[in-house]
């Protein structure tokens, strides 16, 4: 059974890389929020109890289904906006007080501002690249190599066999590989 420290521990160590995997599923940081403090929430409300050793298997599971909820809501509020807007009534939207969260950097800081800059320069294309994969691969791609989750584990979050999630990282690494080398980035 978990203590209410490891569990804020665990949700303040995966809280950033939470937030950039949903950016990459959902390309819309408000709505990439929304699903990291849903998951979180869930978390905390459903699997507390578990074990610490549970949480990044269950928080990733929590969080990927929470991406494929979100697409689905999307996908039936166009229904019904399209309906709607047919109808002449539409639905207005109100922002956010959320989106003016400001996310700190973390991780190796170069000396010098050149380097600062071809440091954020190299990560904003390997974000692009990441980003333009199909979202399989980069789903198993985020899952395998940035929250180090093993095959295994990978294939149960994703709901799929140990062999696709193999396939998709090949590939996705391939890819990831090929526009890299192309732009001469070499890491």
């Given at each position: 059974m978990a203590t209410q420290k490891e569990l804020s521990d665990f949700l303040a160590q995966v809280e950033r890389r939470a937030f950039k995997q949903a950016v990459f599923a959902v390309h819309d940081d408000a709505a990439a929020l929304d699903i990291v403090q849903d998951a979180m929430l869930k978390l905390a409300e459903k699997y507390s109890a578990r074990p610490h050793?549970?949480?990044?298997?269950?928080f990733q599971r929590i969080l990927q289904n929470a991406i494929r909820d979100h697409f689905r809501r999307a996908k039936v509020?166009?229904?019904?906006?399209?309906?709607?807007?047919?109808?002449?009534?539409?639905?207005?939207?109100?922002?956010?007080?959320?989106?003016?969260?400001?996310?700190e950097d973390v991780g190796n800081v170069p000396d010098s501002p050149a380097a600062r800059f071809e440091q954020a320069e190299v990560m904003a294309f390997i974000e692009d690249a990441v980003k333009a994969l199909p979202d399989r691969q980069r789903e198993a791609f985020l899952l395998r190599y940035w929250e180090e989750l093993d095959v295994s584990e990978t294939a149960k979050v994703m709901g799929c066999s140990e062999g696709s999630v193999k396939t998709h990282c090949s590939r996705a690494t391939h890819a990831l590989a090929k526009v890299l080398r192309a732009k001469g980035i070499t890491l």
């Open positions: 050793t549970e949480f990044p298997m269950l509020r166009g229904t019904y906006s399209t309906q709607l807007s047919s109808l002449g009534a539409g639905g207005d939207d109100e922002s956010d007080p959320l989106d003016t969260l400001d996310v």
